[in-house]
């Protein structure tokens, strides 16, 4: 069975400008979470999806958003790029709920310029 | 929200010692999790662990949730367990809580 899918891998992104994060679920996983991983604030989560709707959400500002697909594919979208979004952007997935076990993709490293 | 501490936050070894690295939470959970960043950044999930002991190869962790505390053992240590071990707790369908984790370095 493949595991969480995160592309890209790798994005330099310039202040202002926009972006996509993409993340594929382990097949039948139907939760997918968001996480922002930066070296002053550890992991700290952005929000959960489940069944094309958010479940959760963190205390992140309007700019991050996301979605989910009916095939359980989640993107997430940041808009207006800071300095400060520089992070290692991170995608678990669980079968149906947050508190089962969560399986996590290798993640998306975000430099903004 | 619920508060997780990962204790310590530093650690070197030797190759071949043993090491326990501890979680303490602040609130009853329902779900506690062990993860190992590995140098490339990702986590790979070591234990589902709400309660009790579970082992796996080198590796085991112990659970006592009415004492809101987790441990995570290695034994007999090698260079590849080096990098960042976080534990993590939610209640319910709530975020994962994860800890400030504890770094680890293995030395030849």
């Known amino acids: 069975k493949a595991g969480v899918t995160q592309t890209p891998r790798y994005l330099i992104k310039t202040r202002g400008q926009q972006v996509t994060l993409s993340c594929s679920p382990i097949?039948?996983?139907?939760?997918v979470s968001w996480y922002q991983q930066t070296p002053g604030q550890g992991l700290q989560f952005l929000f959960e999806?489940?069944?094309?709707?958010?479940?959760n959400k963190g205390n992140f500002p309007g700019r991050f958003s996301g979605r989910q697909f009916s095939n359980s594919r989640s993107e997430m979208n940041v808009s207006t790029l800071e300095l400060g979004d520089s992070a290692l952007y991170l995608c678990?997935?669980?079968?149906?709920?947050?508190?089962?076990?969560?399986?996590f993709g290798q993640g998306t490293r975000l430099t903004v310029v | 929200g619920i508060q997780v501490e990962q204790s310590p936050p530093d650690l070197i070894l030797q190759e071949g010692a043993n090491s326990t690295l501890r979680c303490n939470f602040s609130?009853?959970?329902?779900?506690l999790q062990w993860f190992h960043q590995n140098p490339w950044g990702q986590l790979i999930n070591l234990f589902y662990?709400?309660?009790g002991t579970k082992q796996n190869g080198r590796l085991s962790a112990t659970t006592v949730a009415t004492e809101r505390y987790s441990l995570l053992y290695i034994s007999s240590s090698q260079t590849t367990d080096s990098g960042v071990y976080f534990c993590?707790?939610?209640?319910?369908?709530?975020?994962?809580?994860f800890g400030t984790g504890t770094r680890l370095t293995i030395i030849p």
């Open positions: 999806y489940f069944s094309e709707t958010q479940r």
């Open positions: 993590a707790v939610n209640f319910g369908n709530e975020k994962l809580t």
């Open positions: 662990i709400p309660s």
């Open positions: 097949s039948g996983h139907r939760s």
């Open positions: 609130d009853s959970v329902n779900n």
């Open positions: 678990a997935s669980s079968l149906r709920r947050s508190d089962e076990r969560a399986f």
